[in-house]
């Protein structure tokens, strides 16, 4: 046996230790799962992904598009950019 050691946020132990506890593992032992799991699968058993720059841009026109659906179906749809401004400066005057 060897021992492993490396740093982490505080918070982020303290919620891992609970998951562990609710496992019913202690925080070595799902570590331990974790590097077999490793070992035999030759790769990290979860994906890791970052989104690409198109993908971004897709979502954010998705997005757009959506809005832009709703402003029509809530007849805001021919507004222009100033008339919704002065809507959106409007309501939060009164508030």
């Known amino acids: 046996m060897t021992l492993v050691s490396f740093r982490v946020d505080e918070q982020l132990k303290k919620s891992f230790d609970q998951m562990c506890d609710q496992f019913g593992l202690s925080n070595s032992a799902a570590f331990n799962l974790f590097m077999k799991a490793v070992v035999r699968e030759r790769k990290i ?8 720059e198109t993908e971004i841009r897709q979502k954010g026109w998705e997005a757009f598009q959506r809005m832009r659906e709703q402003a029509i179906a809530n007849g805001a749809g ?13 309501t939060r005057n009164r508030k």
């Not at 950019?81 to 959106?88: P, Q």
Request: net charge negative.
């Open 45 to 52: 058993p979860f994906e890791i992904k970052a989104e690409s």
């Open 78 to 90: 021919d507004m222009s950019l100033d008339e919704i401004n002065a809507i959106i400066n409007e």
